[in-house]
């Protein structure tokens, strides 16, 4: 009612935005106007890039609070990033393809590469150590072409960055690999790294920070799978896409209902009669985070699991008494459409070129096959413009999460999360458990054989959480995963020297050197605890109110007749004057509109 109304000056204000790419290449400029829908802009970046299978892809930015966002196809780009400065956009993979031999065109299958290979760089793809030597000699292949000892010199394998600890001992079996690959064409190479990539268990997975009852962190990955979480170093629970009944949020808390009883091995008829259904729940950092997470889980569940969008459902959740909540539409197609609509492309596969991450190393194939296609030709070429120096190493600044492993349960939860809210944690019960718990270094996986390959390198998976580059700028580098356990464990020491001199004062003599230290105030549980008063207090009034107005109201305005109701006449007859008040403001009200 009270809303402004935009006038046609202000829809026809044009703003501009940035779109930033998987290969890190110069930023591309938009411009749009207040009423253009996000469809529109993600069409012509599609067109910027020659892309046809755009059904996998996705434009994400952070909002102002430092939350990511996928851009909704639907609403207006102004209403979606108001409040973001400046407007930048990173064009990502949304959904990652169960199969990504399946896509038709190379040109598709390059940018999922390019993808994987930022998962990979910042520890989101977790593999052996053994796999990530080959996968990081694909990437090389891909990049440089056939090994030439004049092209190459010693060394040369340093200026990639492609795992997130990379040792000389590991680039020198790279080395060693990547001469085995002659003769292969980066379409090839791409080939081998997507499928191997597509055979991790953390393939697709962008993790999510979650905390269960008891207020131990997890991370929460949303694949084509499934739901699945990981707790300190392995994964704990996998609810597939056929168990899972309803996903919801209400506040921070994400709520997943789970068949618990249901089988594939089960006959059909008995699963019915067995069904149960259990709400499993995860406290997010925030209410936006909670709500990013829900709008996540619904979509990628409906992208796998529908046969055709044209019945999606609209889904609602987080509402309650004194908030709508919020609803969701899918849009676009589902992975069953998108793969039928591949097939009928008819256009010959598109000439595009690769960008090369290190303009200085010479790229050069030579082709094993004389009849050899003129497009796997063409896609050796390097861009004419090298990349800014500032975006070369694939920049995300990340946020440090502990490690996850590989060793995955073929079904089901080792541990639950029931709904409940979760029970802050003492730094000082942290540290305990940092230092009395053993940190796998080998990827997060169980030691294996691995051919002579190093496994003793430490390529810890370490999911970094990117804030799509907004961050690339910052100077100071944020502490890794073993800084946080160091200090932690630093703090603990303290706090135990501390206890030992207080409780015996010879202790305290003999070590002069050693400064007391204060110990922190406990965190307090009194916010949760206003709030939760605060809300009962509100629903106590408005109900108190309540009843006092229908006491009013049968007492003064009804003819019943009740010892109980008459005495309590004669005990509110001062109240008599307000009547009258009440019956005067009604008959004018009436009169007036008569």
Avoid at 74 to 84: P, S
Avoid at 369 to 398: C, F, G, I, Q
Wanted: charged share 25%; net charge positive.
């Amino acid at each position: 009612m009270f809303r402004k109304r935009s006038t046609k000056s202000d829809l026809q204000t044009e703003y501009t935005c940035s779109i930033r790419f998987l290969d890190d290449s110069e930023p591309i400029q938009l411009s749009f106007k207040k009423d253009t829908i996000g469809q529109w802009l993600f069409d012509r970046v599609c067109e910027k890039l020659n892309l046809v299978e755009k059904d996998y892809f996705g434009l994400r930015f952070v909002d102002s609070e430092k939350q990511r966002h996928w851009l909704d196809p639907l609403k207006t780009v102004y209403k979606q990033m108001k409040g973001v400065n400046p407007m930048v956009l990173c064009f990502r993979v949304k959904f990652y393809p169960e199969d990504p031999m399946k896509l038709h065109e190379e040109i598709t299958r390059y940018y999922l590469f390019l993808q994987l290979r930022r998962d990979l760089h910042h520890g989101r793809l977790l593999c052996s150590p053994s796999d990530a030597i080959v996968m990081a000699a694909d990437i090389i292949q891909s990049e440089v072409g056939d090994y030439e000892p004049e092209e190459h010199p010693p060394g040369y394998i340093a200026e990639f960055k492609m795992l997130p600890k990379q040792t000389p001992k590991m680039e020198e079996q790279m080395h060693e690999i990547h001469k085995t690959m002659k003769g292969q064409v980066p379409a090839d190479a791409e080939a081998d790294f997507l499928k191997k990539a597509a055979a991790m268990e953390t393939y697709g997975v962008d993790p999510h920070q979650v905390k269960d009852q008891r207020g131990d962190q997890l991370y929460l990955g949303v694949t084509y799978q499934g739901i699945m979480t990981f707790r300190g170093s392995r994964r704990t629970q996998l609810f597939k896409w056929n168990q899972i009944r309803r996903i919801a949020y209400e506040g921070k808390m994400f709520i997943v209902h789970v068949n618990i009883s249901e089988d594939e091995d089960t006959p059909p008829k008995k699963r019915k009669k067995e069904k149960k259904q259990q709400p499993i729940g995860y406290k997010c950092s925030t209410v936006a985070a909670c709500k990013y997470l829900w709008r996540c889980a619904v979509e990628q569940q409906l992208f796998f699991t529908l046969s055709t969008s044209l019945n999606a459902p609209k889904i609602r959740s987080g509402g309650s008494l004194l908030s709508r909540g919020s609803k969701f539409r899918f849009s676009g197609r589902c992975q069953m459409e998108a793969y039928s609509a591949s097939e009928n492309i008819k256009r010959s596969e598109p000439n595009f070129p690769r960008t090369n991450s290190l303009p200085s190393v010479v790229r050069k194939h030579h082709s094993h096959d004389p009849n050899e296609s003129k497009t796997s030709t063409l896609n050796m070429s390097v861009m004419s413009e090298p990349l800014p120096e500032a975006r070369r190493p694939y920049n995300e600044a990340a946020i440090d999460v502990p490690q996850l492993n590989s060793t995955i349960l073929d079904e089901g939860p080792t541990k639950i999360a029931p709904i409940a809210v979760p029970e802050e944690v003492m730094i000082q019960d942290k540290a305990k458990n940092v230092s009395s718990t053993p940190i796998i270094k080998i990827n997060g996986s169980v030691p294996m054989n691995t051919s002579g390959l190093d496994t003793s390198a430490d390529i810890s998976y370490n999911p970094n959480q990117t804030r799509e580059d907004d961050d690339d700028d910052e100077d100071e580098a944020k502490p890794n995963l073993d800084e946080q356990i160091q200090k932690l464990e630093e703090h603990y020491e303290k706090v135990m020297i501390e206890q030992n001199s207080t409780s015996s004062p010879a202790t305290t003599t003999t070590t002069p050197n050693v400064k007391p230290v204060v110990k922190a105030p406990p965190k307090s549980k009194c916010a949760a605890c206003v709030k939760v008063t605060a809300k009962l207090f509100f629903y106590s009034l408005m109900f108190a109110i309540l009843l006092l107005a229908v006491t009013f109201f049968i007492c003064f305005y009804t003819k019943y007749q009740h010892p109980l109701l008459t005495e309590a006449r004669k005990q509110l007859v001062f109240l008599e004057p307000v009547k009258h008040t009440i019956d005067k403001t009604i008959d004018a009200v009436v009169k007036k509109f008569k």
